[in-house]
């Protein structure tokens, strides 16, 4: 079964950091690209960042400075480091596999289940 499982999240005052993990299970990950979404309360689901299967990034423009996406194949795992973090970066953070990785939640195959993330004092 494919499957798709985020952890890291969690509560962080403005200025802090946390690093997300993606475990990838019952695919080989380097086949796919994977992105990480996230979901405000209140709003759509927005692409952050994706990384390509031959290890291409891209960031939306609000995140450039402060994320940095990587993959360990060998492991299976997606990473997304996010560094000096806004009380706007709150939401529930979503990692997703595609064959063609874009900023279109459409494009992807597979969804991971989300992890809160809290930017708060």
């Known amino acids: 079964q494919l499957q798709l499982v985020e952890s890291g999240g969690g509560l962080v005052q403005p200025g802090g950091s946390l690093r997300l993990s993606c475990a990838a299970s019952?695919?080989?990950?380097?086949?796919?690209?994977i992105g990480w979404f996230r979901q405000a309360p209140g709003k759509g689901r927005e692409g952050v960042s994706y990384?390509?299967?031959?290890?291409?990034?891209n960031y939306i423009e609000s995140v450039k400075a402060r994320f940095t996406i990587s993959r360990d194949n060998a492991k299976n795992m997606v990473y997304l480091e996010m560094n000096s973090l806004l009380p706007e970066d709150t939401a529930i953070y979503y990692c997703?596999?595609?064959?063609?990785?874009?900023?279109?939640?459409?494009?992807?195959?597979?969804w991971g289940q989300g992890t809160q993330v809290t930017v708060s004092s």
């Open positions: 997703a596999a595609s064959h063609i990785v874009s900023w279109s939640e459409y494009e992807y195959d597979y």
């Open positions: 019952g695919f080989t990950s380097d086949d796919y690209g």
């Open positions: 990384i390509t299967s031959g290890g291409y990034r």
